[in-house]
């Protein structure tokens, strides 16, 4: 027996009526729904409806909770609900739910009066994929012991799995930080943009705020760049970076978990 | 006909009362060796690559024995089992050794969407076929016996034919799975539908049972005041299901026996106090015989 048997007229079937019907909140509820005395068809399938719905909400909201403090519980419910009556999960993985929900906030004409909030939310999207990433040793500085000047200058890092960097025109970390409550809330006076680097070298997911060089640093070797260009990169970014300071920050910091000499270049 | 094949190992958790793991009593399950049967986790919770989530249940496994509930493989869907998906769902499994599998007659994918409910079909000739045909599908690939729950249902289809009991003994029958009894879903089910909860549990394949479960439900009501249960595990479990499950283990003998509770989750005392209700009622329904795991 296959499966495939079973799809042979499924498009008029009942279990295409319900898909479709659960995620629209005005429709009717599907045919075929037995009607019982004393019971109303519409009130049964609505537990099925609200069902979806809010479980599919309430997953944005967990993922989301700065930028559901910043908009207010009404905003976030109608924002969250307009997203996942359109974008019901494509997997079981509910983690992994709420991908395309920054894009969507910025594409939002109600939201225009808050232009950052869609980096606070690809901001707390970051945290959630760091939370769950593979597990990795961090790389220290004793690993690096016998690397001559000439080949450390030739390393390529790879830097640990949960690392991800969100740069932002807007000071995302700060916006962030006082709505996660991990900043008292208080006016903003500096609107310079900043980059969020989210990692996890243990358990816990840490969010920093690097400074600019050092953000063009670590983006340049995210991007596999050698260490001798990530150097230059953030040089041309910031005069005063530091390589010293930051690549014992890139151990300090458990950042990276490895690192080879780079064999010449292949173009 | 039956493919000839190596033997599915059985679920073979012991008969004592358990607890859904939540994250948030971690510290609490740790700070001392807990009296409890074993532990059950939802599978998909664990499907990421690290952190946290696998930390915390590697310390968990070391030390209790382990039921995973999958409630995304959309067993009662007529559309192909998600093959990744029980990839996922193989290597969970065989990374902890769980002593149990277990699985929901629900569907919740179609058309590559995910409805993360667990929704119901109709009984038929048809939807019996597709079932028994994924559950096999899914032993198969984790070489285990599965367990498939009795669901929690608010409608009936017009279509369905079979009754649910006959449903589910036909596929334990024919794909050689074990059955998970709950015993509120039982309790909802018969309030909504209007049937007799005694009469459904004489009905179900009673040999079958490998885990039962037990949840706390709410009431609400339809639009003439007649009583709408909705199971929401968010709160005790009820005195009415508490009796009905003496009832079963009276006749079933000793049966290991999940407490879920997944909404508005209490501190772990209060987690702990329930557990011991149900472990008396258990332990009186057989007539003091099951002695709790330390």
């Given at each position: 027996?296959?499966?495939?048997?079973?799809?042979?007229?499924?498009?008029?079937?009942?279990?295409?009526?319900?898909?479709?019907?659960?995620?629209?909140?005005?429709?009717?509820?599907?045919?075929?729904?037995?009607?019982?005395?004393?019971?109303?068809?519409?009130?049964?399938?609505?537990?099925?409806?609200?069902?979806?719905?809010?479980?599919?909400?309430?997953?944005?909201?967990?993922?989301?909770?700065?930028?559901?403090?910043?908009?207010?519980?009404?905003?976030?419910?109608?924002?969250?609900?307009?997203?996942?009556?359109?974008?019901?999960?494509?997997?079981?993985l509910m983690m992994t739910y709420g991908e395309e929900f920054p894009d969507f906030i910025a594409r939002?004409?109600?939201?225009?009066?808050?232009?950052?909030?869609?980096?606070?939310?690809?901001?707390?999207?970051?945290?959630?994929?760091?939370?769950?990433?593979?597990?990795?040793?961090?790389?220290?500085?004793?690993?690096?012991?016998?690397?001559?000047?000439?080949?450390?200058?030739?390393?390529?890092?790879?830097?640990?799995?949960?690392?991800?960097?969100?740069?932002?025109?807007?000071?995302?970390?700060?916006?962030?930080?006082?709505?996660?409550?991990?900043?008292?809330?208080?006016?903003?006076?500096?609107?310079?943009?900043?980059?969020?680097?989210?990692?996890?070298?243990?358990?816990?997911?840490?969010?920093?705020?690097?400074?600019?060089?050092?953000?063009?640093?670590?983006?340049?070797?995210?991007?596999?760049?050698?260490?001798?260009?990530?150097?230059?990169?953030?040089?041309?970014?910031?005069?005063?970076?530091?390589?010293?300071?930051?690549?014992?920050?890139?151990?300090?910091?458990?950042?990276?978990?490895?690192?080879?000499?780079?064999?010449?270049?292949?173009? | 006909?039956?493919?000839?094949?190596?033997?599915?190992?059985?679920?073979?958790?012991?008969?004592?009362?358990?607890?859904?793991?939540?994250?948030?009593?971690?510290?609490?399950?740790?700070?001392?060796?807990?009296?409890?049967?074993?532990?059950?986790?939802?599978?998909?919770?664990?499907?990421?690559?690290?952190?946290?989530?696998?930390?915390?249940?590697?310390?968990?496994?070391?030390?209790?024995?382990?039921?995973?509930?999958?409630?995304?493989?959309?067993?009662?869907?007529?559309?192909?089992?998600?093959?990744?998906?029980?990839?996922?769902?193989?290597?969970?499994?065989?990374?902890?050794?769980?002593?149990?599998?277990?699985?929901?007659?629900?569907?919740?994918?179609?058309?590559?969407?995910?409805?993360?409910?667990?929704?119901?079909?109709?009984?038929?000739?048809?939807?019996?076929?597709?079932?028994?045909?994924?559950?096999?599908?899914?032993?198969?690939?984790?070489?285990?016996?599965?367990?498939?729950?009795?669901?929690?249902?608010?409608?009936r289809f017009e279509e369905s034919a079979i009754p649910e009991t006959e449903f589910l003994a036909e596929?334990?029958?024919?794909?050689?799975?074990?059955?998970?009894?709950?015993?509120?879903?039982?309790?909802?089910?018969?309030?909504?539908?209007?049937?007799?909860?005694?009469?459904?549990?004489?009905?179900?394949?009673?040999?079958?049972?490998?885990?039962?479960?037990?949840?706390?439900?709410?009431?609400?009501?339809?639009?003439?005041?007649?009583?709408?249960?909705?199971?929401?595990?968010?709160?005790?479990?009820?005195?009415?299901?508490?009796?009905?499950?003496?009832?079963?283990?009276?006749?079933?003998?000793?049966?290991?026996?999940?407490?879920?509770?997944?909404?508005?989750?209490?501190?772990?005392?209060?987690?702990?106090?329930?557990?011991?209700?149900?472990?008396?009622?258990?332990?009186?329904?057989?007539?003091?015989?099951?002695?709790?795991?330390?």
């Amino acid at each position: 027996m296959t499966p495939h048997v079973f799809q042979n007229h499924w498009q008029s079937h009942w279990q295409n009526h319900w898909a479709q019907a659960l995620l629209d909140p005005a429709g009717a509820p599907p045919p075929g729904v037995a009607r019982q005395a004393g019971t109303a068809p519409d009130r049964r399938f609505a537990v099925y409806r609200n069902n979806v719905m809010v479980s599919l909400t309430g997953a944005l909201a967990a993922r989301f909770p700065a930028v559901k403090r910043i908009v207010g519980d009404e905003f976030f419910d109608s924002a969250a609900r307009a997203f996942a009556s359109k974008n019901p999960p494509r997997s079981p993985l509910m983690m992994t739910y709420g991908e395309e929900f920054p894009d969507f906030i910025a594409r939002l004409d109600a939201a225009s009066a808050v232009p950052y909030l869609a980096d606070v939310a690809r901001l707390e999207a970051a945290r959630t994929r760091a939370y769950h990433a593979d597990d990795a040793a961090p790389l220290t500085a004793a690993d690096l012991a016998g690397v001559s000047q000439e080949t450390l200058f030739d390393l390529r890092f790879v830097l640990h799995p949960s690392l991800e960097l969100v740069a932002s025109r807007f000071p995302v970390v700060t916006i962030w930080a006082m709505n996660a409550g991990d900043l008292e809330l208080a006016e903003i006076t500096d609107w310079s943009g900043e980059t969020a680097l989210i990692v996890r070298p243990a358990l816990d997911v840490e969010v920093r705020r690097p400074p600019p060089g050092a953000a063009a640093f670590l983006a340049s070797l995210a991007a596999g760049d050698r260490l001798g260009d990530a150097a230059a990169a953030a040089l041309a970014q910031s005069a005063d970076f530091d390589l010293a300071v930051n690549l014992a920050a890139l151990f300090s910091g458990g950042l990276a978990i490895d690192a080879a000499a780079a064999k010449d270049d292949p173009q | 006909m039956r493919r000839a094949r190596a033997p599915l190992q059985p679920s073979r958790l012991p008969p004592n009362v358990g607890l859904g793991f939540k994250p948030e009593h971690f510290a609490a399950i740790a700070a001392e060796p807990q009296p409890l049967g074993f532990f059950e986790v939802h599978a998909e919770n664990y499907m990421g690559a690290g952190g946290v989530p696998h930390a915390q249940l590697a310390r968990l496994r070391e030390h209790y024995a382990l039921s995973i509930h999958g409630v995304g493989l959309s067993i009662g869907s007529l559309e192909p089992l998600d093959r990744n998906h029980l990839a996922r769902l193989k290597r969970l499994c065989d990374r902890y050794n769980p002593e149990s599998v277990s699985e929901h007659l629900a569907w919740s994918s179609h058309g590559g969407a995910f409805y993360n409910d667990l929704l119901p079909l109709p009984y038929t000739d048809e939807t019996l076929a597709a079932v028994i045909s994924h559950v096999d599908e899914a032993q198969t690939a984790l070489g285990r016996r599965i367990l498939l729950e009795n669901p929690a249902t608010y409608v009936r289809f017009e279509e369905s034919a079979i009754p649910e009991t006959e449903f589910l003994a036909e596929a334990a029958r024919a794909s050689g799975c074990g059955l998970l009894l709950d015993v509120n879903n039982v309790f909802v089910c018969a309030r909504n539908h209007a049937y007799d909860a005694l009469a459904y549990l004489a009905d179900f394949p009673i040999d079958e049972i490998s885990e039962i479960h037990l949840a706390g439900h709410f009431e609400t009501f339809e639009a003439d005041g007649s009583p709408l249960l909705i199971d929401a595990h968010g709160c005790v479990v009820s005195g009415a299901v508490l009796d009905l499950y003496a009832g079963v283990i009276a006749r079933a003998g000793p049966l290991p026996t999940l407490i879920e509770w997944d909404n508005n989750v209490p501190d772990w005392r209060t987690m702990r106090a329930q557990a011991a209700i149900v472990q008396e009622r258990l332990d009186h329904a057989t007539g003091g015989g099951a002695k709790s795991a330390a």
